[in-house]
Nanobody, 127 residues
Framework: QVHLVESGGGLVQAGGSLRLSCAVS????????MGWFRQAPGKEREFVAA???????????YYADSVKGRFTNSRDNTKNTLYLQMNSLKPEDTAVYYC?????????????????WGQGTQVTVSS
């Protein structure tokens, strides 16, 4: 059974940093598009970042405008793990963060394009 397990969430002050991890089992991340989404209370789940294969060993990175320049997405295929480094955090970044995996993803920002999801990890940024 496929599992995606996020970790690394927590409480941090505005301006601080966190690094989220997403450990994947039962499939290799190498050929999957891997994404990060977040959902704040009362809001829809929204796209944060994604990494997609672009050639044999190259990957392209994508970011929502709201996090561009502050968040960095990366993957370690040898460990089947995805990371999201979050710097200069703001109170509006507070949400549950989810990692997701999909094959044949066309629109990386659409939740329906992803096949597998983690259970989420809470990130809270205090002002």
């Amino acid at each position: 059974q496929v599992h995606l397990v996020e970790s690394g969430g927590g409480l941090v002050q505005a301006g601080g940093s966190l690094r989220l991890s997403c450990a994947v089992s039962q499939f290799t991340t190498r050929t999957y598009t891997m994404g990060w989404f977040r959902q704040a209370p009362g809001k829809e789940r929204e796209f944060v970042a994604a990494t997609r294969r672009n050639g044999i060993s190259d990957y392209s990175e994508y970011y929502a405008d709201s996090v561009k320049g502050r968040f960095t997405n990366s993957r370690d295929n040898t460990k089947n793990t995805l990371y999201l480094q979050m710097n200069s955090l703001k109170p509006e970044d507070t949400a549950v963060y989810y990692c997701a995996a999909g094959r044949g993803v066309v629109d990386i920002s659409r939740t329906s394009e992803y096949d597998y999801w983690g259970q989420g990890t809470q990130v809270t940024v205090s002002s």
